[in-house]
């Protein structure tokens, strides 16, 4: 069991520029969870699929932050028009339930965007 | 919206010392706590999780809820170099059982020979 995949694991872009993140669920997971986590903020959740639909994006910047999950083995986070406030680890998290029953998180090593 | 606190926001303990660290949050109708150990540059690793009021041991670590104060604690016997990380407690967001967990700043731990 490879864990939760993120790709990449850095990402350099200039103010502007369209960054966009990858992750691929422990197989089997039916939840995907996507936070960010900066020193200042910490963790922030953003946004989560149960059986690839979207649930609940009540983290997400609105204007320029989007995700998909176009099949289960695969889920994707763009930012459009990046600023360097958007500069953090990406963290990217399956759960075999993530419903009903709370249940364990599995992180990946995040992708960690700078904007510069 | 739930709210997570935790303190302290930094500790340094000798090895083999006992660290205590605090988590409160603020949606009554809360029934899921967990514990969350994030080492340098690495992913956060679930380390403990309870639903109901008491304490739950499990080798060196051990979980004290109390809902009535909204408050648990990790308590780490035997400190050891390699207890050295980022503790986050986490709570569902939205209080009862949610799929979404709301995350504390954490705490930093840093044991020393």
């Known amino acids: 069991n490879a864990g939760v995949i993120q790709t990449p694991r850095h990402k350099v872009t200039g103010k502007g520029q369209e960054a966009t993140l990858w992750c691929e669920p422990i197989?089997?997971?039916?939840?995907v969870f996507w936070y960010r986590q900066t020193i200042v903020q910490g963790l922030e959740f953003l946004t989560y699929?149960?059986?690839?639909?979207?649930?609940?994006d009540s983290g997400m910047p609105k204007e320029r932050f989007s995700a998909q999950m176009p099949n289960q083995s695969h889920s994707t986070l763009k930012i459009q028009s990046t600023q360097p406030q958007d500069s953090a680890v990406y963290l990217c998290?399956?759960?075999?339930?993530?419903?009903?029953?709370?249940?364990?998180?599995?992180f990946g090593e995040g992708s960690k965007l700078t904007v510069l | 919206q739930q709210k997570v606190q935790q303190s302290p926001e930094s500790l340094i303990v000798p090895e083999g010392a006992m660290t205590s660290l605090n988590c409160t949050f603020s949606?009554?109708?809360?029934?899921?706590f967990a514990w969350y150990r994030q080492h340098s540059g690495k992913a956060p690793k679930a380390l403990m999780s309870?639903?109901?009021?008491g304490e739950k041991e499990e080798g060196r670590f051990t979980i004290h809820l109390n809902k009535a104060s909204l408050h648990f604690s990790l308590h780490i016997r035997d400190s050891q170099p390699s207890d050295s990380a980022l503790y986050l407690c986490?709570?569902?967001?939205?209080?009862?059982?949610?799929?979404?967990?709301?995350f504390g700043e954490g705490t930093q731990v840093t044991v020393i020979s």
């Open positions: 309870i639903f109901s009021n």
């Open positions: 699929f149960r059986n690839q639909a979207p649930i609940d």
């Open positions: 986490a709570v569902p967001n939205t209080g009862g059982l949610s799929g979404k967990l709301t």
């Open positions: 949606d009554s109708a809360s029934q899921y």
């Open positions: 998290a399956s759960s075999l339930t993530g419903g009903a029953v709370t249940g364990q998180l599995y």
């Open positions: 197989s089997g997971h039916s939840a």
